[in-house]
């Protein structure tokens, strides 16, 4: 299981738009081969900003087959216009989970 | 519940010692009360570098539950050395997830 994370930044006051785009744009990463989850979470030290993490089967099921899919044009149509700047998306792999 | 987050890098070289510490450090992070889950996930794209991502039930119980804890001087003690720089902790409550 692949990680995807990034800390990214919404234009000022652009928040609440921005959650609600982000459930409409749910649908079109979760129709990609190999998508697991994401969860979307809201800073509570730093306005408009949040983290979004999402879980892949594979590296490329993100990389290769999202970014490569008409679901991600979709995705970019709904989301991308919001993040100031665009965010750096990094990938990692499970080292320690506890409970 | 609340989530912890932070992008950490570990020095040159340490990763395998940073990643036995917090193993055993674990233990420490989880007895506290208000502590639900941790996860340790180690970058593909840059070397050395990991995320840390912790689940508490209210922000205090991280800020000064396990802050003010004789765990954390513990955790602090076989952890923090690793860190180059020091890393920005901040905190998170959820606005979507999804499956």
Same mark, same amino acid.
């Given at each position: ?34 998508? !697991?989850?994401?969860?979307?979470? =809201?800073?509570? @030290? ?6 979004? *993490? ?6 490329? !099921?993100?990389?290769?087959?999202? =970014?490569?899919? @008409? ?6 149509? *709904? ?21």
């Amino acid at each position: 299981m692949i990680l995807e994370a990034f800390v990214l930044n919404v234009k000022a006051g652009m928040g609440s738009q921005f959650e609600e785009a982000m459930r409409e744009a749910a649908k079109y990463i979760a129709s990609t081969p190999g998508y !697991s989850s994401h969860e979307i979470h =809201r800073c509570l @030290e730093t306005p408009d900003q949040y983290i979004f *993490l999402a879980r892949w089967e594979t590296l490329e !099921s993100h990389t290769q087959g999202f =970014r490569g899919s @008409e679901a991600y044009q979709e995705w970019k149509r *709904l989301t991308h216009h919001f993040y100031d700047p665009f965010p750096t998306v990094l990938h990692y792999e499970q080292v320690l989970s506890y409970k």
